[in-house]
C-alpha cells in the first residue's frame, strides 16, 4: 500500500486497513468494518458483542457498545440503554444516533477484569533520532464501575501491568517481553504507511483466553497514565522526549 503522508493520521478505518496488510500482525487486529445499517445486521450476527466508534474520535466520546443476546438488541451509549427485539431495528436506531458522521464496528473483545471492570492497557512508544523505535513501557486502565470505556475522562484509572493480570513482577516479564516484541511489529508496520509519526500509543487488550489484541494504535498519545508507572522517572523521560518530537510543529 502506499505511503500516507500524514504525520498524525486519525481515522481509525485508515489505520486498521493499513495494517491489515502487515501478516505479522494481522492476528492481532480484532474484525473491523465501516458501519452501513446492512453492515451491523451482518456483523451483529457474527459477535453477539460489538463496539461501534466514531472513525475520528478520542477519549472514547461516542463510542457505543451492542449486545445480541436472545434475540434482543441491547444499544448503550454513555448514557442511555436501547433495547430492540429486530437487528433491523437496532440497525436503525444506530443509523439515527450517529446521523452523517462516519463511524466503524469493531469485533468486541472478553477483556480480562477487575472486580467485574473491564481492562485494557497502553504502550507508548517514541522514534529515536536514529529512525529505531523506543518502548517506554506499559500501563493498564480499568473502567469505572458500570462504564465499558476505560478512558480517565469517563473514570477509568490507571493499573500496573503485574497486578492487572494477577501475578508478580517476575512473572510479569515474559508478557511484558511479548507486548514489547508485538509494539515494534506495529510500529514497524505504522512506520512503512505512515512514514512521517513519530509518536504510537497503542491501545491493547488482553481477552480471557490471554490473547492480545490491538485495539487502536493513536499517532498524538496522551502519557499522562505513565505518571502511575513504577519507575518514578519515567514520566519525566516521556514528557522530555514528547517536547523534543513536537518542538518543530
Known sequence: MKGYMIKYPGRKWLKHVALSGEEEILDLLPD?????????????????????????????????????????????TERNRYSYQSTKVAAFKLKQLIGTKRYIMQQGIDLIQIDGNPIDFRILMHLRRDGTWKFFGVMGKVAAPNRFVTNHSSGGRAIRLHHALGITKQECESWEKKLRDYAYKIALGMKKHFPLISELGLDIAIDKNDKIWLLEANTRPQFQLFRYHSNPKLYAQIASSVKHIRADE
Open 32 to 76: 473491523t468494518e465501516q458501519f452501513t445499517p446492512n453492515g451491523f445486521i451482518n456483523m451483529i450476527e457474527l459477535y453477539p458483542v460489538l463496539f461501534v466508534k466514531p472513525d475520528l474520535g478520542m477519549k472514547g466520546q461516542g463510542v457505543m457498545k451492542v449486545t445480541y443476546n436472545d434475540g434482543t438488541v441491547v444499544i448503550r
